[in-house]
């Protein structure tokens, strides 16, 4: 009862906020009350934006560090919120006013139990970049290392902690009394959401996202990752190499320095290609704050808080869903879906495959250059509720990615495609992974697994038989129910087999 209580004090709280920033203009008037919307125009400023996601990330950031992040997570949700205003929440900045500085050493303080001054010889108390979560602050080692050092907001744990359970118990209420939106899952997605600020909040998992991502790259000198100082390094402040470079947005002086804009962008096409098919590991967060040109031309990443994880058989199936695409070949898309389990068989594969020729064409036709595979699978989120398709999160937080990596690639060559640039490592990619050898070496790989199984299937069938031997198998009392026809009777023939079979040997023998 209480939760209930403080939680509905604080939704009047967030609906306040949301009216005076013109969030709750484009509720459906249909549904909402009359007087409701009219206490919305009331309150809502005069200078508010035009566009219905500026009014919303406006909203959000002034609600603070949860719901600046819950707005960045809602960015990869084209299916909730729809493409116009994801695409304006991708964007939203994760900016906050810094913290002062007595507390960013407080914090350094009591994690490593020493004062600062013997951790660092030099520390600057100005903060180069503040966010929700933490803040950045340059120094230098006693060992003459110049390094970034990030500090956990103090509190922000509770914070997030208070506010993550309203997105709960909202999730909840939605599950329980908006049935068609539960195919969204949102209980689901707001415990993904949890985790993913979890993460965020544990320093230490940052460090080892860093370290797992330098070790996939530690042979490619066109892609870098900071070296995390370990030793100065603990839950609440992460200490990593400093780096030095040209923000990847920065066209003309990235021009200046040298440095071809399509051969960056064919570098970061390359990266992010590896990272999301070859490692299945992949940087979620890759804007132009997080990405920079080193002296020697190669990219650098920075901030690993947000990282997405796709197993193999989702990136094979997300292969064969883009090569399908790309060729016009809309079966094999509907076919791909179908048999990673994106879409229920119980619906129409003909009916799916229409609905994706209906989503590509007009963005497939267009220019080579102005061709966005990220909006392609935005628009095809936006179909889900047709065909009853469940959430993909890990597809959601790719498509985001992707979203970002075009933007950037358009701000530094215009006229170029940076997923053509990257088209013989996906055709090679393919070869290996998808082509007749692969499957070969799949089938060989099975084969093996039952060879080297072989030896304990025998061992097993010897021990059993040794059983036999010595006067019969004891079964226990529930297994002798089951077997004499209780829930998994359908086990009774492969049981009466396996003693059969055990039999035989014995006599053999």
């Given amino acids: 009862m209480f939760r209930t209580l403080r ?24 549904t909402t009350p009359r007087s409701l919307r009219a206490l919305t125009r009331l309150l809502k400023r005069r200078d508010v934006p035009d566009r219905p996601g500026q009014r919303l990330a406006a909203a959000l950031i002034a609600l603070g560090p949860s719901f600046i992040k819950l707005g960045q997570a809602l960015s990869t949700r084209a299916d909730l919120v729809g493409e116009a205003v994801a695409t304006e929440l991708s964007a939203l900045q994760d900016k906050l006013a810094p913290f002062p500085a007595e507390e960013a050493r407080a914090t350094i303080t009591a994690e490593f139990g020493l004062p600062v001054e013997a951790l660092f ?9 503040a966010a929700s979560i933490a803040q950045v602050h340059f120094a230098e080692t006693i060992e003459g290392r110049r390094v970034a050092v990030k500090v956990l907001r103090p509190g922000i744990e509770a914070r997030f902690a208070r506010d993550i359970d309203l997105f709960r118990w909202l999730a909840a209420l939605l599950e329980r009394h908006v049935p068609r939106l539960r195919r969204l899952k949102p209980v689901a997605v707001v415990h993904s ?5 979890k993460i965020e909040m544990d320093l230490r998992l940052e460090a080892a996202a860093a370290a797992e991502l330098a070790q996939n790259f530690a042979s490619d000198p066109d892609f870098r990752v900071p070296a995390v100082d370990w030793a100065r390094t603990s839950r609440r402040v992460l200490t990593t190499e400093r780096i030095a ?8 002086a990235i021009a200046a320095a040298g440095f071809e804009p ?8 390359r990266a992010f290609f590896r990272q999301v098919f070859r490692d299945g590991f992949f940087h979620a967060d890759m804007h132009p704050g ?3 040109v080193g002296d020697d031309g190669a990219l650098i990443a920075v901030d690993f808080g947000i990282m997405g994880r796709i197993d193999e058989p989702t990136r094979h199936a997300l292969a064969d869903m883009l090569m399908g695409f790309l060729a016009g070949d809309y079966a094999t898309v509907a076919e791909a879906h179908f048999r990673a389990g994106f879409v229920p068989a119980t619906q129409s594969m003909g009916a799916f495959a229409q609905a994706c020729r209906a989503i590509a064409e007009p963005i497939l036709g267009k220019p080579l250059n102005e061709i966005s595979l990220a909006r392609l699978l935005a628009q095809l989120f936006e179909v889900t509720e047709q065909f009853q398709m469940e959430t993909q999160p890990q597809l959601l937080l790719l498509q985001k990615s992707m979203l970002v990596c075009e933007g950037v690639g358009r701000l530094l060559a215009p006229e170029v495609n940076m997923w ?9 990619w393919m070869v290996e992974n998808r082509g007749p050898g692969a499957r070969a070496r799949v089938v060989a790989e099975q084969a093996l697994a039952r060879i080297e199984e072989l030896p304990q299937f025998v061992d097993n069938l010897g021990k059993a038989a040794a059983m036999l031997a010595s006067g019969g198998v004891r079964l226990h009392p529930d297994s002798i129910a089951a077997l004499s026809g209780g829930r998994h009777a359908a086990w009774w023939p492969w049981a009466v087999a396996v003693v059969a079979l055990a039999a035989a040997i014995l006599w053999l023998a």
């Fill in 262 to 269: 399509r051969e960056v962008v064919a570098k970061a096409a």
């Fill in 7 to 30: 939680n509905l004090r604080r939704l009047g709280r967030i609906g306040l906020t949301l009216a005076r920033h013109g969030a709750l203009d484009d509720f459906d008037a249909a």
């Fill in 420 to 428: 053509e640039l990257a088209q013989p490592l996906i055709e090679e």
């Fill in 290 to 292: 997080n990405l920079f």
């Fill in 245 to 252: 470079g040209l923000s990847i947005d920065e066209r003309g």
């Fill in 121 to 129: 010889a030099t520390f600057d108390d100005t903060p180069v970049a």
């Fill in 193 to 197: 959401f949890a985790e993913t600020v």
